[in-house]
């Protein structure tokens, strides 16, 4: 095949297939064990400095935010993330000095609430790196080459863009149309935390809803940590086996964090906490603003339990869930009228 | 009936989706625009999401792409890998985008403002708008418009439009017959010219003159023969916009 095009874009998470089939065959157990521990043992065991890492859900959907507090609580640095539209994870760990390099195809903002000021204060002084551009559709195909053992995913993405020069695409000629091609790399990120509605102690998962790219992201993961909200016996699991998006070879852990993906929605169970994300954004103004943040939410509880009490507990949790069902109106502090 | 700019450029591009047409909706403008064409001329527009969702009847403003509300009575909670499979496969006619930049191409900077390297202010980035703007049939553009965001020379291509001109999507790889079809600013609307698929104003807004339009824009504007003036909203399109698709202000209060 002709390369036409070489993104500039810094190469993450690659590894060749057969290197990938190796690590898989020597990592990945086969055999059916009790992965339960606390999140704390988890991020202990499977992140380290340096690592770059995948949060499995969407901007405030589904995400282990978590794992982000523990990961700020234990002090990780010269991290790399893969911003597949991150929005309050990447923030806070931003703002927490965890993160200093970005793969982007979305961060620094909020969707509907706006730009993210710690984002943008990070990447316009410097202090954060961006070091390739991709787009949503071009991140999940990264991750869907890896999970299907393949060096890259051939696309009609990103093709005559600067979102490709920046990347960490190629672009060839086509053998079978002879049309211009954007081939993206496999991307096997260190590890992944996924966040899921319930799963059982070997790790096998069910998600309600939208999966995103959690199929794909849990197949690529080189370490794959599953948060639950509620933990379930095997039998459910074997008694609905077409419900598993999640199989429990692909999993290295398992730990039970109801609420986890607060302040995010959770499909179905509790919707965003947009109370808390307003207070963020007032905050993230100045690096005070976010020092007070973190100290409040991160360093000055002990685990996640104790994050939900302070964030209003079962009440506020309550409301969130009135609100996932549409039983009361959404009050956003951020909108105007 | 009195309307915000907000509410002008709501309910004008609901007035081009046709129902029994698929469209890609980010949250925001293009969902409140979507959700009236659902509820006016089009119950049968089929919504789709970047994020999985297929086929919503949406009840409240999602905050996002991926949040529960996009699955509402939807006929599918799918996957990313299948909604943008969707798109690349042709079947997504419509889908709506947005931008900081924006030159006569129709191509879009949500990236960076200034030198990439260090960036004046650092946007988002492409999100889902490269594949959008890559993959679905015809594109609508919705951007305030003046000066500094109708420009000349993007500071960065995040999303192509017709990238140089004619034959330049296809001649990049890009599926043939794709590409910017109609922009809605709060001023005007505009078409892409057949022959030069350079942007061209075909209707300004009430009350709002060619020469205004024509100001505001950082580029050469081609103007149709005859420019026609935009309908109003109607006071059916507003009391539903204000009553039931964003009773909050969450997208419209802002005026």
């Given at each position: 095949m002709n390369v036409i095009q070489e993104g500039e874009g810094e190469l993450l998470g690659w590894m060749d297939p057969d290197e990938a089939r190796r690590w898989m065959a020597e990592n990945k157990s086969r055999s059916l064990s009790d992965k339960r521990m606390t999140l704390r043992e988890a991020v202990e065991r499977f992140t380290r400095d340096g690592d770059y890492f995948a949060m499995g859900g969407f901007g405030h959907i589904r995400v282990s935010m978590a794992a982000i507090y523990e990961m700020i609580r234990q002090g990780r640095k010269n991290m790399a993330m893969?911003?597949?539209?991150?929005v309050h994870d990447i923030d806070v760990l931003i703002g927490g000095g965890i993160v200093d390099r970005v793969e982007c195809a979305y961060a620094f903002g909020h969707e509907?609430?706006?730009?993210?000021p710690t984002g943008r204060r990070a990447v316009e002084s410097g202090k954060v790196k961006v070091v390739g551009e991709i787009s949503n559709a071009g991140f999940q195909w990264r991750f869907k080459a890896a999970a299907m053992g393949l060096p890259f995913m051939p696309t009609r993405v990103m093709l005559g863009s600067d979102t490709l020069r920046k990347s960490s695409a190629k672009v060839v000629d086509d053998p079978f149309t002879g049309k211009p091609l954007c081939l993206l790399p496999a991307c096997y990120p260190d590890f992944v935390f996924v966040h899921v509605h319930r799963c059982d102690m070997y790790g096998n998962a069910q998600i309600d809803g939208i999966t995103i790219e959690d199929i794909e992201l849990a197949m690529a993961a080189k370490r794959l940590i599953i948060t639950t909200e509620e933990l379930i016996d095997t039998e459910e699991i074997r008694n609905h086996p077409d419900r598993t998006a999640v199989p429990f070879f692909l999993v290295d852990a398992v730990c039970v964090l109801p609420y986890g993906s607060h302040p995010g929605n959770m499909p179905g169970l509790y919707y965003s906490d947009e109370e808390h994300i307003a207070e963020w954004l007032r905050l993230s103004r100045t690096d005070e603003g976010v020092e007070e943040y973190l100290e409040k939410?991160?360093?000055?509880?002990?685990?996640f339990p104790e994050y939900v009490e302070k964030i209003g507990g079962a009440e506020k949790m309550e409301y969130l869930a009135r609100l996932e069902r549409l039983e009361v109106p959404l009050e956003a502090p951020w909108a105007r009228r | 009936m009195e309307y915000n700019l907000t509410e002008l450029m709501a309910c004008v591009s609901s007035r081009l989706l046709e129902d029994g047409k698929s469209v890609l909706v980010g949250t925001g403008l293009p969902l409140v625009s979507a959700s009236l064409a659902q509820r006016l001329h089009?119950?049968?527009l089929l919504v789709v999401f970047e994020a999985g969702a297929i086929g919503a009847k949406i009840p409240t403003i999602p905050i996002s792409v991926g949040d529960s509300r996009t699955c509402h009575k939807a006929v599918m909670a799918a996957s990313m890998d299948y909604v943008m499979s969707c798109a690349q496969l042709g079947l997504v006619d419509y889908a709506f985008l947005g931008a900081a930049q924006m030159d006569m191409y129709g191509n879009l900077n949500t990236t960076v403002i200034g030198d990439y390297a260090a960036p004046k202010v650092r946007l988002p980035g492409s999100g889902g708008g490269n594949d959008a703007g890559s993959l679905c049939r015809s594109t609508i553009i919705l951007m305030r418009h003046d000066k500094r965001r109708f420009v000349?020379?993007?500071?960065?291509?995040t999303t192509p439009g017709y990238l140089t001109g004619p034959g330049a999507r296809e001649k990049a790889g890009?599926?043939?017959?794709s590409g910017p079809h109609r922009v809605i600013s709060q001023l005007g609307v505009m078409d892409f010219d057949d022959e030069t698929k350079r942007m061209r104003l075909i209707s300004v807004h009430p009350g709002v003159t060619v020469e205004e339009v024509v100001e505001n824009t950082g580029f050469e504007l081609l103007i149709r023969d005859e420019v026609s003036e935009t309908r109003p909203p109607t006071e059916a399109e507003l009391k539903l916009l204000r009553e039931e698709i964003d009773s909050a202000g969450i997208v419209l209060g802002k005026g």
């Open positions: 893969a911003a597949k539209t991150a509907l609430r706006g730009l993210s939410y991160v360093h000055s509880v002990d685990d | 089009a119950p049968n000349e020379k993007l500071d960065f291509l890009l599926p043939a017959g």
